[in-house]
Nanobody, 114 residues
Framework: QVQLQESGPGLVKPSQTLSLTCTVS??????????WMWIRQPPGKGLEWMGV???????YYSPSLKSRTSIARDTAKNQFSLQLNSVTPEDTAVYYC??????WGQGTQVTVSS
């Protein structure tokens, strides 16, 4: 059974960088043809897809967030991470990591506030 768990600070100040890590168990992030992604849900709004990292390390990002987003991985730890630069209060959301076509983490609340 694949499980994913998000971790990171729950509070980030405006203009700083939001950094989250997703720890995966039950599968390898390098398993062929898998893809691992981040989505978020701001309060009172729908889900927003942010980006994905493939089993081969390739990346694709939402056009609206591409300039501020980076998704990386640590294959030794079976983790992938999200960095979102220059955050504003509009980046306040519940952030989820997941496997394409499969499981998702429980989500982690991130609030951007001074």
């Amino acid at each position: 059974q694949v499980q994913l768990q998000e971790s990171g600070p729950g509070l980030v100040k405006p203009s700083q960088t939001l950094s989250l890590t997703c720890t995966v168990s039950g599968d390898s992030i390098t398993t062929s043809y898998t893809a691992w992604m981040w989505i978020r849900q701001p309060p009172g709004k729908g889900l927003e897809w942010m980006g994905v990292i493939g089993y081969d390390g390739s990346n694709y990002y939402s056009p609206s967030l591409k300039s501020r987003t980076s998704i990386a991985r640590d294959t030794a730890k079976n983790q992938f991470s999200l960095q979102l630069n220059s955050v504003t209060p509009e980046d306040t959301a519940v952030y989820y990591c997941g496997r394409r076509g499969g499981e998702w983490g429980q989500g982690t609340q991130v609030t951007v506030s001074s």
